[in-house]
């Protein structure tokens, strides 16, 4: 069951915790108990359409306890191992939605009672946690819109005065952008150590085996192409937005002139998408006709078609470079200096 004040995510959560479930092998049931707010219930029904996953609702009644039980019945029929329960909220804490938490709680015994807080609102949510774990009783917090390392130091509040442990940690916007809360990880954010794990785990979750395997292959016939590229791109987007891998990255926080753009990336998914298959695999064909085409389609201009070619092509030598010299990756990470990296334009 989750709980919090309204605004904190909870619905949005629901659908991030059930799309996490289901990738461990889980099927899990996503209920709207939240009669209250307009749209609420539309608003999860939207979010489990986006994940394929299954929403029980029952607009024509009021009783959040009954939505519950005939939820649980549901789920029974249908072998849905997790219930995810997403109650209503206020805007501040008040008796009445104390009361209907703790109605809902007597009533179907949730095994667990996760506190969503919004990580921005800075002492005010060790207020919150502190209230609702003394009238409800919560079990674990999930910490939401936690994008910024500067907001770290709301976790270790919340830890302190609750004495309950913190089981998650929203990271972005995205339906994907929820990950197991680790405090040693987010005490080397907080300290601009990076946090290299995490990326890892993004990667192995994110990128496909056999994609990886095909490029391997690719690069040792030096036929690394922009179909290629185009799938490596793709890859690492659905690990997260750019910018929140760098700060995840040691070192890279201390770089403030470097930005990152993500609208650039999907400039370049545009550009690739309106080449022919011809065009994708020799670069050498671009004449100039066919990359006003191109800028055409993608709704970019022929300085930044050239801009990108001129890019790849850059890529490309210096993959070749490190095929054929073992030290190439030596020479290559010495050229990189923080300088360098601050002119880079993205």
């Known amino acids: 069951m989750l709980v919090g004040l309204q605004g904190s995510g909870k619905t949005t959560t629901a659908g991030k915790l059930a799309n996490t479930f289901r990738k461990q092998g889980k099927k899990p049931l996503l209920v709207a108990c939240d009669v209250y707010r307009p749209a609420a219930i539309k608003q999860l029904q939207v979010v489990g359409a986006q994940l394929n996953i299954p929403v029980y609702s029952n607009e024509n009644s009021k009783d959040v306890n ?81 994008d910024g390392d500067t907001r770290g130091g709301a976790a270790l509040s919340v830890k302190k005065v609750t004495g309950k442990p913190i089981k998650f940690a929203a990271t972005g916007e995205k339906l994907s952008d929820i990950e197991i809360f680790h405090p040693d990880r987010m005490a080397q954010r907080i300290l601009g150590m990076g946090d290299i794990l995490s990326v890892i785990e993004k990667a192995e979750e994110s990128f496909d085996l056999e994609q990886a395997e095909k490029l391997e292959k690719q690069l040792k016939k030096n036929k690394f192409d922009l179909d290629d590229y185009l799938t490596q791109l793709r890859q690492v987007k659905k690990m997260g937005s750019f910018s929140s891998l760098l700060k995840l990255i040691p070192g890279m926080n201390q770089l403030k002139d470097v930005k990152v753009d993500d609208k650039e990336f999907e400039k370049i998914e545009a550009i690739i998408c309106s080449m022919t298959t011809k065009e994708k695999r020799d670069t050498r064909l671009l004449n100039g006709s066919r990359r006003q085409r191109i800028a055409k389609g993608s709704g970019t201009s022929v300085q930044e078609v050239n801009k990108f070619i ?31 990296l601050k002119n880079l334009k993205f």
């Open 66 to 146: 009954l939505i519950a039980k005939q939820a649980i019945n549901l789920a029974i029929s249908k072998l849905n191992d997790v219930i995810i329960i997403d109650t209503a909220g206020r805007l501040q804490i008040d008796e009445e939605l104390m009361q209907e938490l703790k109605n809902v709680k007597s009533s179907v015994k949730p095994h667990e009672i996760l506190l969503v807080v919004d990580s921005m609102t800075g002492q005010e949510a060790v207020n919150v946690a502190d209230t609702f774990n003394k009238e409800v009783g919560i079990d674990g917090v999930v910490l939401t819109k936690l």
């Open 310 to 340: 001129k890019s790849f092509e850059m890529t490309q030598k210096m993959m070749k470079q490190l095929k054929n010299n073992k030290s190439g990756m030596k020479k290559l990470m010495n050229n990189i200096d923080e300088k360098s």
